[in-house]
């Protein structure tokens, strides 16, 4: 009966920690593209609908940019080495230029 409890405790807690690291790979980066978004449309004037899909790619194309532009610094996340603050300004990079494409195509139709 003891060893069934401890059994099923440590089930418990790999499944928690299975949902809590989902959580950081999946949360963080849609919270980053959108949270870029909102910047890059309040700099541009013009909305883009990514949709959740398209928030996750500007996100990790924004954490490349942003390392390679501003470097590995300011708070990470432990589990996967992404530097939230170079991965956000590195995000707003991208959305803007996606925007400032998606203008210049709808200017020449």
Known sequence: MIIATFVGGLIALLVLAVIVTLALYILVPLLVGRGANAIGERLTGQALNLGCFGYLLVAV??????????????????????????????????????QLLASNRRRQY
């Open 61 to 98: 194309a924004g954490a490349v940019v942003g390392h390679y532009i501003f470097g590995a610094w300011g708070p990470e996340i432990p589990a996967g080495g992404l530097h939230i603050v170079p991965a956000f300004l590195g995000s707003v990079l991208v959305v803007i230029v996606l």
